[in-house]
């Protein structure tokens, strides 16, 4: 079992940052890839980065750029810093774990509860 609570989510105005943390308790941080998804209302969810556990990145087309992935392992915790912030940015961000850095949701077995971030005009 492993355990997720993100943190960081906030309003902000457009070109604005924000950094989200997410900190694990459970189930080996270390060997897990972290990865960061988000919904917005009426939308599904969708892939915004990962991390693998020797730290390979990986991002959605749409962030690219603008957003970066980070995990400290002694603190068991992954960030995802965001610049450059756009009201299309806006929704719930969750954080979740998965054996294999992935962009597909179905692959990741743990999650957290999500923390909302809305980027204002």
């Known amino acids: 079992q492993m355990h997720l609570v993100e943190s960081g989510g906030g309003l902000v105005q457009a070109g604005g940052s924000l950094r989200l943390s997410c900190e694990a308790s459970?189930?080996?941080?270390?060997?897990?890839?972290m990865g960061w998804f988000r919904q917005a209302p009426g939308k599904e969810r969708e892939f915004v980065a990962t991390?693998?556990?020797?730290?390979?990145?990986y991002y959605a087309d749409s962030v690219k750029g603008r957003f970066t992935i980070s995990r400290d392992g002694a603190k068991n915790t992954v960030y995802l810093q965001m610049n450059s912030l756009k009201p299309e940015d806006s929704a719930v961000y969750y954080c979740a774990a998965a054996n294999g850095a992935s962009y597909k949701a179905d692959n990741y077995h743990y999650w957290g509860r999500g923390t909302q971030v809305t980027v204002s005009p």
């Open positions: 991390i693998g556990s020797g730290g390979a990145t």
């Open positions: 459970g189930r080996s941080f270390s060997l897990s890839a």
